[in-house]
């Protein structure tokens, strides 16, 4: 597959301003999905205009990318000095960390779940039967990052071929350390859920099903967890949350 691109606002507004405060550790934002950042003092009506506005660079990746990047300043990566760092997730199955203000730069770090030895592959249109994401279907919901931690949460998915008998779907929640992108607390963990009922709907399971929601951690006292919606086959939203040892 050709590598893509991405680039344009997500991009240039991190490499314009990023003021010692700036994060975007989840999608839109924060957890309500306001997509506002309040906060902003430095992009004005002033300053974002066609003369000084606009592309300055793209970074290139393995796949398609629908998750929202994420980013952090300062990130201190471990033999490469600090960094603001941008995280991307593609459908290829794949994570990456840029130094956002060096486009043209290879990665900080990059994971890949696949493994072409064992046939780990991503899952196809057809399989998932979803004509909005082609050809294929890995990370489509935006991470999340727990600062606490220095943990980016990622769910991903995986189809294992076989030469005899039918392939098998997977669902993985993946704890990546935000500043190598070795997996921690003894993870992935393996999504498995259902719905109990008269078709007693077994979700995520040997089953190729969309998650186009958004993971969502949240913390309370003690306890925290990380949120993640499925669709299966477009017809219905569901919630499951797993716990990894946060």
Known sequence: MKPLAICGAVVTCMLVAISALAQVTTSQYDNSRTGATLSEKTLTLQNVNAKQFGKLGAFKVDGAVYAQPLFLPAVEIPGKGTHDVLFVATEHDSVYAFDANLPNDPPL????????????VPVSEDDAQCPFIRPEIGITSTPVIDLKTGTLYVLARTKLRHKVGDDEYFQHLHALAITTGVEKFGGP???????????DM?????????????????????SSAV???????????????????L
């Open 227 to 245: 949120y993640c919606g499925v669709n299966p086959h477009l017809l219905a939203t569901f919630t499951s949350s797993t716990t990894l040892p």
């Open 202 to 222: 077994k979700l995520f399971a040997g089953t190729p099903t969309i998650t186009r929601p958004r993971s969502l951690y949240f913390s309370y006292s003690d």
């Open 189 to 199: 963990k393996l999504i498995s859920a259902s719905v109990p009922g008269s078709c």
């Open 109 to 120: 770090w990059h994971v890949s779940f696949l493994d072409k030895a064992r046939g780990t």
